[in-house]
């Protein structure tokens, strides 16, 4: 079990994979909306860093710009938090995050194929 991914009987930590320069250009604001936001409805959101990778490799893989994972705590979100798929293993912020909820931004490792392959 890797950092990041849950202990015996603890929550996982909550992810949300973007890429870094879509994270910088927002630095100054109090809150962050990927720009997936406008389309989707809400924040994509990962519990896990097994399965964040999963993710990046599946969705990701073929852009090649840095990318980051931002670490939430989502008792600090202000918006709604909703695991709607079966194993709870997704959850979706049904608004922009909060950067007080942002506990830890940390780059992603990525393979010469562009694969998802570790977090610092």
């Not at 938090?81 to 490792?109: C, K, L, S, T």
């Amino acid at each position: 079990m890797s950092a990041g991914d849950a202990q015996a009987g603890d929550k996982p930590t909550t992810f949300h994979l973007t890429p870094q320069e879509d994270w910088t250009r927002q630095a100054n604001d109090p809150t962050y909306t990927p720009d997936a936001y406008a389309q989707d409805g809400f924040v994509h959101c990962t519990d896990g860093e097994a399965n964040v990778l999963a993710v990046g490799n599946l969705f990701y893989r073929g852009d090649p710009r840095p990318y980051v994972a931002l670490v939430l705590d989502p008792a600090r979100l202000t918006a709604d938090v909703r695991y709607e798929d079966e194993d709870h293993r997704y959850p979706h912020v049904y608004g922009p995050i909060d950067r007080e909820a942002v506990v830890a931004v940390r780059r992603v490792i990525r393979a010469g194929d562009g694969g998802f392959v570790g977090i610092e």
